[in-house]
């Protein structure tokens, strides 16, 4: 599969300013070498869409980052799963642990919505892979990059010194709020974003863009947008 550069990819109806601000290059890099750790987290749902996306990581990751997989994956294709990523995948692994992929059946009604509901647990199932990342994996880090394993990039990722209390995301593909496949922050405001995702979705039908919004709004976190490019690959 064929990857563009950032400046041949198209528009896609951005603003003239927003396009202007992508084409930018990167702030420099901070004079500290900085410890970047990329989680690759979600539903693996063929080996195609892994080949894709680790070739993608593969390709756009920083050079000194690490990497910790927590996924599900159907029990048939766990084996190739493993050797696909280690196939593709030359950062620093710190922890890679495949799940079996099961049909648990929803824990809320979702307002009698057969598809909301269906939707609501796979993102409570994603929410509770993050939780899985053990204590250790984030003392190796500094800067955290939450990433949907289904999710291809096509632009490098943009890992910045961040503080506390801030995170980057997408500007592209968020449904009118805030995109929830990719996000760049200090690792302490991932652990907290990731304990209060897990914590409202075991207790309420909401997920995805609005449920960022809401948890960011409630952790007070400020927000900016990364020039990383991302899109979602189907199976």
């Given amino acids: ?11 896609l ?3 003239e300013w927003l396009h202007l601000w992508s084409m930018r290059a990167s702030p420099p890099a901070p004079k500290a070498s ?20 680790l070739t993608s990581l593969t390709r756009f990751a920083p050079a000194n980052a690490t990497l910790s997989v927590r996924a599900d994956v159907p029990k048939p294709i766990i084996e190739e799963a493993y050797a696909c990523l280690r196939r593709h995948v030359t950062l620093r692994t710190l922890d890679t642990i495949f799940f079996e992929a099961r049909e648990a059946p929803p ?7 057969a598809r909301r509901a269906i939707e609501h647990r796979n993102e409570r199932e994603a929410a509770y892979l993050l939780k899985s990342v053990d204590d250790d994996e984030w003392a190796e880090a ?19 010194a961040l503080p506390v209390g801030r995170v980057l995301v997408p500007y592209l593909q968020n449904g009118g709020l805030l995109n929830d ?10 652990q907290r974003l990731i304990d209060a995702r897990a914590q409202l979705l075991e207790n309420e039908c ?3 863009e609005p449920a960022l ?23």
Avoid: K
């Fill in 1 to 11: 599969m064929e990857t563009y550069s950032v400046e041949a990819l198209p528009r």
């Fill in 13 to 15: 109806g951005m603003p």
């Fill in 34 to 53: 900085l410890r970047v750790m990329i989680v690759a987290f979600g539903l693996v749902r063929s080996l195609p869409m892994l080949e894709t996306t």
């Fill in 107 to 113: 824990i809320h009604a979702c307002n009698s919505s």
């Fill in 142 to 160: 500094d800067v955290a990059v939450l990433w949907r394993i289904d999710t291809q990039l096509v632009s490098p990722i943009e890992a910045l």
């Fill in 181 to 190: 496949r990719y996000l760049v922050a200090h690792t302490e405001t991932a």
């Fill in 206 to 208: 909401v997920y995805g």
């Fill in 213 to 235: 919004v809401r948890l960011l709004r409630e952790l007070e976190a400020r927000v900016g947008f990364t020039r990383t490019r991302i899109v979602r690959v189907r199976g």
